[in-house]
């Protein structure tokens, strides 16, 4: 049986929360791997309202270094020592965030009790080890890897994707009518690649069937740049910031910040499948649907996220 993925939005405020609203975290889960992205603070309280127990969390993926993202951390690291976390937790990030962890964790006179990883995740320009999207594959599991890429917000920023790894499997009947040998270039078939038998070509995608690779797309603070539809293309969901209505873009660029009209037209690109906007500011708490309109006119399969939508 296929593991389902399962997405716990439990923050999606911007700089500052509402009453409807906490800071920005949402939590992944697939298979034995509970993946936190970001931890604004408040995060702790979010998950005991969403019946979720944090000493599953395996993974944490920041995306930059500002309180509305990372002041949830110290509290929750707390609540894992004292709750007797048994797993090494892997925390990930942009660059300085190694220094960052552990600066945080000597301010707050932090007990170790469980081992903690921290890795800094960097693309840097020039890279020549690039994953087909344009980004830097950093973690690699049984049947899903993580991968990053640098964005702009006057800090180290990155944004993030889950891949969970298409399972695609060789035809007998088509095989068998091929009269391909068994051995390595059945191999290079199940990787995709065509091969050359007899002075004949043979194409993997006539000879397999099954499921395309399924990504999930996380872009949060971040200037409008060139990277992020390439870097999303084809995602299943695109969780994406939309902080700034359109008629503000002034505001959202001196800020650092996507207008929803940009947002809506970089799905639009890359073909995403599904749109989800998230770190909604508070100018638009009682008027929400304003910011999902200006979407929907570039972007029709865009929704609004709220606080623990599953």
Known sequence: ?????KLTFLGTADQIPSANRNHTSMLLTYGGENILIDCGEGTQRQFRKAHLNPCKITRILITHWHGDHVLGLPGLLQTLAASDYNKTLYIYGPRWIKEQIREMLKVFGFKKKYDIVVKEVMVPKGMTSRTKTGGLKFFEGKDFYLEAESMEHG?????????????RRIDKAKLKK????????????????DVSYKGKKFKAKDLLYGEDDLKISFVLDT??????????????ILVSESSFGEELEAKATEHLHMTSKQVGTIAKKAKVEKLLLTHLSQRYENKPKKILNQVKKVFRSAHLAKDLDV
Not at 156 to 165: D, I, L, Q
Request: hydrophobic share 40%; glycine share 6%; no cysteine.
């Open 155 to 167: 800090v180290p920023t990155n944004a993030y994707n889950f891949v969970k790894v298409g399972q």
């Open 1 to 5: 049986m296929t593991a389902k993925i």
């Open 178 to 193: 091929s009269k391909l040998p068994l051995g390595p270039l059945l191999k290079k078939i199940k990787e995709g690649k």
């Open 223 to 236: 200037l409008n740049n060139k990277k992020i539809a390439p870097f999303v293309k084809d995602a299943k």
